[in-house]
T-cell receptor, first 122, second 112 residues
Framework: DAGVIQSPRHEVTEMGQEVTLRCKPI?????LFWYRQTMMRGLELLIY????????DSGMPEDRFSAKMPNASFSTLKIQPSEPRDSAVYFC????????????????????FGPGTRLTVL | SQQGEEDPQALSIQEGENATMNCSYK?????LQWYRQNSGRGLVHLIL?????REKHSGRLRVTLDTSKKSSSLLITASRAADTASYFC????????????FGGGTRVLVKP
């Protein structure tokens, strides 16, 4: 498996533009997480999905942020309109469910991270 | 406030020395994990210790957990230049579902 895939790796945009970040989780994983990492605030969980359903979006900073998971192999995080304070590295991570796959195959809540998207909003 | 907080924030050692970093947390946990992040990369899982375990080893890594003090430590023995990275603890709190809360990290520099 190629691991968690994110695109684009780098995005530079101007304030007010719409930004869409994409993530492909590891095949067979049931959970998908979106994080944001900045020097000031560290690594913050924005939202996570279980079987394509959003479970907890309490970390989404405001209505400008939205996330979708239309199927098990794809998720997007959208920022509209973008602002300079949104500049950060955005990570997607996925994990499997040991209750479904068994503890020998799946370590509970071990998360696999993608390489991240470095977003710069000018 | 953060669930997990690492100490020290930064650590500089010579190759071959041991590196020790600590993590404190506030609420009861199911387990605690340590991750490594190389510059410009995503986090990589290193080791998980359950709340009923006190010590765990994996290669040159040794993790301890003291639930009475709500703290954990990560020891890297015989460090190598390739161990240069940031190290994060992450807690899986009871009743938090599958959420992990990450600490601020310890930046480790291993000088050759």
């Amino acid at each position: 498996d190629a691991g968690v895939i994110q695109s684009p790796r780098h995005e530079v945009t101007e304030m007010g533009q719409e930004v869409t970040l994409r993530c492909k989780p590891i095949s067979g994983h049931d959970y998908l997480f979106w994080y944001r990492q900045t020097m000031m605030r560290g690594l913050e969980l924005l939202i996570y999905f279980n079987n394509n359903v959003p479970i907890d979006d309490s970390g989404m900073p405001e209505d400008r942020f939205s996330a979708k998971m239309p199927n098990a192999s794809f998720s997007t995080l959208k920022i509209q309109p973008s602002e300079p304070r949104d500049s950060a590295v955005y990570f997607c991570a996925s994990s499997c469910d040991p209750l479904r796959l068994g503890a020998r195959i799946c370590s509970y809540n071990e998360q696999f991270f993608g390489p991240g998207t470095r977003l710069t909003v000018l | 406030s953060q669930q997990g907080e690492e100490d020290p924030q930064a650590l500089s050692i010579q190759e071959g020395e041991n590196a020790t970093m600590n993590c404190s947390y506030k609420t009861s946990i199911n387990n605690l994990q340590w991750y490594r992040q190389n510059s410009g990369r995503g986090l990589v899982h290193l080791i998980l210790i359950r709340s009923n375990e006190r010590e765990k080893h994996s290669g040159r890594l040794r993790v301890t957990l003291d639930t009475s003090k709500k703290s954990s430590s990560l020891l890297i023995t015989a460090s190598r230049a390739a161990d240069t990275a940031s190290y994060f603890c992450a807690t899986d709190a009871e009743a938090a579902g599958n959420k992990l809360t990450f600490g601020g990290g310890t930046r480790v520099l291993v000088k050759p």
